[in-house]
Structures are given as C-alpha cells and as structure tokens.
C-alpha cells in the first residue's frame, strides 16, 4: 500500500450506530487531518494531529470522536449521528503540521450515510 | 486570511492548454498559493504551489502576477482525465495555524 489509504468506503448507519472509520498513512508523515465534505459546501477541517497529539479541533460536536494511536493511523469513532452528518470523510496527512509549506496527501474517503 | 476567487466552472477542449485563474487580492507577502484538484468521488490531490516566482512540475505550471493578487494554473495540453474541480488556495496565517482555507473551486470540463 502506497499513499494514504481509508476503510470503509462507503457506510451507511443509522443514528444509534457506533461505527469507526480508519485512515493509514504511508508516507512517514507526523501530521494527520480528518476534513468532512458535505454536498456543495467547501472542506471543513475537523480535526488535526501532530505527532500523535491532537492540536486543532474545529469545534465539532462531540457525536464525532479522534484517535491517534501512533503516526500513521488515525480513527474517527461515530455515534448517535443525525442525517445532516451524511458527507464525505477525508483523511489527510503531511509531512509537519506547523508550517507555511505543508503539502497534504488525501486519501480517498469514506462516503457515509446516516439514515 | 486570504481567501480566493474563482470561476464556478469553465470548459476547455481536449488537446488545448487550460488556464484557470484564480484572485487572491488580501494575500499577504509570505502566503503560500496552493492548487489542488478533485476528480469525481476521490479525495484531492496536490497539484503546484508558488510564492512569488512562476513554478512548473509534471503536472501544471503555475504563473503569479508581479503585485501577487492573481494566480493562473496552465495545464498544457488538457485530457479528458482533467476534468475535476480544481482549488485555488491560499495558507490561512499563524494566527489560524496555517490551515488551507478550501473554497468552491472550479469545475473544468475537458470536451472531447
């Protein structure tokens, strides 16, 4: 595996679901980002770590949850999440996080649907 | 922080260059200009970044005007595996940790 990878693809739940998604980097970073895309909305970053350590939290409710057991993974743990929370995940990863050169790799998402 | 402006969408035909433009008039002296693009149910992907100087790789080139208010993307010989919606970015500042503050974008449609 190469890049950034994330599973699942594609989730459906319903809002009293807990489910996980998953976000692997190859590529030796110390940053990962978790962005949420909703339909004709710009990306909103939702979450960044450094170095395993959680440094940006953009005011996301708390029905969203982070972990960062080591560099190169990154969770998203979910639950009771409402309909409007249906948007593609993004996981994304740099080398630094701090900079004011810092090129991110995204993976290719996960496409949730809460029903 | 900086924000940009771009057109909604625009067509180019396959074979010919695309020029995207981009405004970016706030842009501060030591702000990055970022372009990524995102094709269809995949997430973006990194294209070019400049500050002042022009800059080319193996995908675009990228031209800055002089006083850095505008940026105009060129991809030399447009295929139809371009269509995408292509981000113009500017870094936000330290006072936002640097974030990439993403926009609408443009919607470039390579026609056959």
């Known amino acids: 595996e190469t890049g950034v990878t994330q599973t699942p693809r594609h989730l459906v739940m319903g809002m009293t679901n807990k489910k996980s998604l998953k976000c692997e980097q190859h590529?030796?970073?110390?940053?990962m980002y978790w962005y949420k895309q909703s339909a004709k909305k710009p990306l909103e970053l939702m979450f960044v770590?450094?170095?395993?350590?959680?440094?940006e939290n953009n005011s996301v409710p708390s029905r969203f949850s982070p972990e960062c057991p080591n560099s190169s993974h990154l969770f998203l743990h979910l639950h009771t999440l409402q309909p409007e929370d249906s948007a593609l995940y993004l996981c994304?990863?740099?080398?630094?996080?701090?900079?004011?050169?810092?090129?991110?790799?995204f993976g290719p998402g996960t496409r949730l649907t809460v029903l | 922080d900086a924000k940009t402006t771009q057109p909604t969408s625009m067509d180019c035909a396959e074979g010919r260059a695309a020029n995207l433009p981009c405004n970016h008039s706030t842009i501060s002296g030591n702000e990055y200009v970022y372009w990524y693009r995102q094709i269809h149910s995949q997430g973006p992907q990194y294209i070019i970044h400049?500050?002042?100087?022009?800059e080319t790789n193996e995908m675009a080139s990228l031209i800055i005007t002089e006083d850095r208010k505008s940026s105009t993307l060129i991809l030399p010989h447009a295929t139809l595996r371009d269509t995408a919606v292509y981000y113009c970015i500017v870094r936000g500042s330290l006072d936002s940790n640097y974030q990439l503050i993403w926009g609408a974008g443009t919607k470039l449609i390579i026609k056959p």
């Open positions: 770590y450094s170095l395993e350590e959680r440094v």
């Open positions: 994304a990863s740099s080398q630094v996080f701090f900079s004011s050169y810092n090129e991110q790799f």
């Open positions: 590529l030796g970073h110390n940053a």
């Open positions: 400049g500050l002042k100087n022009n």
